[in-house]
């Protein structure tokens, strides 16, 4: 939390300011009200008109300062969340491909929006709302202090008591904290499972499951959200008393000091409201320092700042020789392995076929060359060096992956090929050429600018894969590998496609299919065919 804070100071200071100031102030007003009740009582009429205008003056100043504060603390509240986003963007930018994938990415959509909100309201809010509380108890022990000495021994005694009994109970609240995080995340997790079934149990008529499932999943949610609420809202009710208590013993206090004769009868009134702002202070600040022991496990998540860690140098050499994978054996489960003592070599420029049936090890075996599976045994090289020795990001430097399952963001085809890079008119049309995606766009009257959809679903699956594989080539990467690439083409198309993809001779080309006629392995440098648990030479 601090670190936000600091990261942003000069909006949060801004803030912070201007609500002591205003808090500051309305404790002059309590004061100012003494001086109006004692013209009264002395009959002073001028003295009591000037004091009517001083007060209203320093309400306008206090609402001044309010609106100023609520200028600057949401300009700080907005930076410091965008701060954790970037931040939990950082933090998913530094896991591996095995660390990523051990989550959905509905536990990751919780992170950004629900513990981001978590955060807000109990973190930022309650921050600047002790600012104020904070700066309304000390200006109000100082007005006491003024009025009798007493008075301020008695504040001080209080507001050690309001300090340390909430942590008594920080404790239980982070607890209830952490749990309800993990509770959010999962909740968020199952509904987003849901959402993607949708057409699956639409298709079935589970209809009721769906909804059910919902309920469920929401149910969780608002149970542990309901939990965190009733035990600092407990907790708040019990400081709520403490305070009542401490007034009442402020009140025989002062009416102790007004009999003898000590203070006069006219700081009664003005001195009670001062006693209630100090100890609705010492409540505000006490059942929200709480709240901080709440928002703890959601800043615990965050591990990584933006800017503060370096990402892996991608300085990967340019493959001279070819890649070479030797005696590699690997399985998800020790006891159910998929590659069994494999070798093969790609040399550079080659091309290459990976056949066999679906569970023998073809994507596996992409997915060992982009470094995505470090946990295999044997060796793979590259130019004759270990590919541990490089991060998959600088493989992935020199590699373009193409997927049987092609996703596509939200936008245009444009973006989706290009992916924010800028390319000459000439690479395009190369790009489209090859792809055999050109004939599509001219189908389409916003040619590349044709938004594509959610997940691509405004394009059919085989334009989504030449929209993929137009990707692939315009980056220029010198190693290519194809799961399945073609699989969603019509026969013409597929060939357009591999007769540009095999034509290429600064290319390597390593790529899966289920199924190659004799005619089509001709094509190929070398065809490895694959069974399950396979060891191939």
Request: charged share 20%; aromatic share 8%.
């Amino acid at each position: 939390m601090k670190y936000y804070l600091k990261k942003c100071w000069p909006t949060v200071t801004a803030a912070s300011i201007c609500m002591v100031v205003a808090y500051g102030l309305q404790v002059c007003t309590s004061l100012v009200q003494i001086q109006i009740t004692q013209g009264l009582l002395d009959g002073d009429l001028r003295a009591f008109t000037i004091r009517i205008i001083l007060l209203l003056l320093t309400w306008l100043a206090v609402v001044l300062c309010l609106i100023a504060e609520t200028f600057f603390q949401g300009r700080a509240v907005r930076r410091m969340n965008n701060a954790l986003r970037r931040d939990m963007a950082a933090g998913l930018l530094h896991k591996t491909h095995q660390e990523y994938h051990k989550q959905e990415s509905g536990e990751y959509l919780s992170q950004f929006t629900n513990d981001v909100n978590q955060i807000e309201q109990m973190a930022w809010t309650p921050f600047f709302t002790i600012m104020g509380s904070a700066a309304q108890v000390v200006f109000g022990i100082v007005a006491l202090a003024s009025i009798h000495w007493l008075l301020l021994v008695i504040s001080l005694v209080i507001a050690l008591v309001m300090i340390f009994v909430p942590r008594l109970f920080s404790k239980r609240l982070g607890t209830v904290g952490t749990a309800c995080a993990a509770s959010q995340a999962d909740s968020v997790s199952k509904i987003k499972d849901l959402l993607a079934g949708y057409d699956v149990l639409r298709f079935f008529g589970k209809d009721e499951r769906f909804t059910s499932g919902v309920d469920a999943a929401s149910d969780s949610m608002e149970q542990a959200k309901y939990k965190l609420t009733i035990n600092k809202d407990g907790i708040g009710c019990g400081l709520a008393y403490v305070s009542a208590v401490c007034q009442v013993a402020v009140v025989i206090l002062l009416g102790v000091l007004i009999l003898n004769d000590m203070i006069p009868l006219a700081t009664f009134m003005g001195t009670g409201t001062i006693c209630a702002g100090v100890y609705n202070g010492l409540n505000q600040v006490s059942k929200l320092a709480v709240s901080f022991s709440a928002s703890k496990p959601y800043f615990d998540k965050i591990t990584i700042h933006a800017g503060e860690a370096q990402l892996p140098d991608f300085g990967l050499p340019t493959l001279q020789e070819g890649i070479t994978v030797k005696d590699v054996s690997f399985g998800y489960d020790e006891k159910k392995p998929i590659l069994v003592h494999m070798n093969a070599e790609f040399k550079k420029g080659g091309k290459y076929a990976l056949t066999g049936p679906s569970g023998c090890g073809k994507s596996t075996l992409l997915k060992i060359l982009l470094g995505w599976l470090p946990g295999y045994q044997g060796k793979v090289l590259y130019d004759e060096r270990d590919v541990r020795d490089y991060t998959p990001e600088q493989l992935q430097q020199k590699m373009s992956y193409i997927e049987q399952n092609v996703f596509l963001f939200n936008t245009t085809i444009r973006e989706n090929i290009t992916l924010g890079e800028h390319f000459t008119d000439e690479q395009m049309e190369k790009a489209l050429r090859d792809s055999a995606l050109a004939g599509d766009l001219a189908n389409m009257p916003k040619g590349l600018d044709t938004p594509v959809g959610e997940e691509g679903n405004a394009l059919s699956g085989g334009q989504k894969q030449r929209v993929a594989i137009a990707r692939a080539l315009i980056h220029n990467r010198s190693i290519l590998l194809v799961d399945e690439g073609t699989s969603a083409l019509d026969q013409k198309n597929a060939d357009i496609v591999e007769k540009s993809l095999l034509s290429n001779p600064d290319l390597t080309l390593i790529l899966i299919s289920h199924h190659l006629s004799d005619e089509r392995k001709a094509q190929f440098d070398h065809v490895y065919e694959l069974t399950p648990a396979s060891s191939i030479v």
